[in-house]
Antibody, heavy 117, light 107 residues
């Protein structure tokens, strides 16, 4: 499974770091992905990172503000979120890829981030 | 960025009926790397279809996917009560991936 943590209430302009711990599989062998869902809205791909961390991709709306990284020795994925905006309010899911692809085959339960003053 | 457009936004059907959901890509998707997900309220999405037409493990055969160029279709042959949910298409062939806006299948 995948277990996210780190969500909470933060003021606009603030920072937050999300974590996702994977277990039951060889973490270092899979692409990992962050996906978010604003309240009552659809799914939005946020960022993905290759197995060894050598490639990272971001949706345009978070480029320069969010950083995805991983620590394979700790079976952990992270999302460092800076300069947060109200529109970043969402449930953030981490997901695991499969077959060497960033296909979101397995999902965590999500962690809620609320950006508000 | 590949934009995925899903239609219709809402599909109102009854149990036992056939559901046809569409997803159109703004450009070609490499190797048909198109997936479909089901999401129920307060749950994480569940993978149904990958590679445009392959069912994921444990997915009933009433769910099927097809492709024609940049047009993709998810078909539910006979709706069961548990199939009423929101469905999303996703492309994962070009990073970052993208999702369609979703189709809600309601009773």
């Amino acid at each position: 499974p995948l277990v996210e943590s780190g969500g909470g209430l933060v003021q606009p302009g603030g920072s937050l770091r999300l974590s996702c711990v994977g277990s039951g599989f060889t973490f270092s062998s899979y692409w990992m992905i962050w996906v978010r869902q604003a309240p009552g809205k659809g799914l939005e791909w946020v960022a993905n990172i290759k197995e060894d961390g050598s490639e990272k991709y971001y949706v345009d709306s978070v480029k320069g503000r969010f950083t995805i990284f991983r620590d394979n020795s700790k079976n952990s994925l992270y999302l460092q979120m800076n300069s947060l905006r109200a529109e970043d309010t969402a449930v953030y899911f981490c997901a695991r890829g499969i077959w060497g692809l960033p296909l979101t085959s397995t999902w965590g339960q999500g962690t809620l981030v609320i950006v508000s003053s | 960025e590949i934009v995925l457009t899903q239609s219709p936004g809402t599909l109102s059907l009854s149990p036992g009926e056939r559901a046809t959901l569409s997803c159109r890509a703004s450009q070609s998707i490499s190797s048909s790397y198109l997936a479909w997900f089901q999401q129920k309220p307060d749950q994480s999405p569940r993978l149904l279809i990958y590679g445009a037409s392959s069912r994921a493990t444990g997915i009933p055969d009433r769910f099927s996917g097809s492709a024609s160029g940049t047009d993709f279709t998810l078909t539910i042959s006979r709706l069961e009560p548990e199939d009423f949910a929101v469905y999303y298409c996703q492309q994962y062939g070009s990073s970052p991936g993208t999702f369609g806006g979703g189709t809600k299948v309601e009773i």
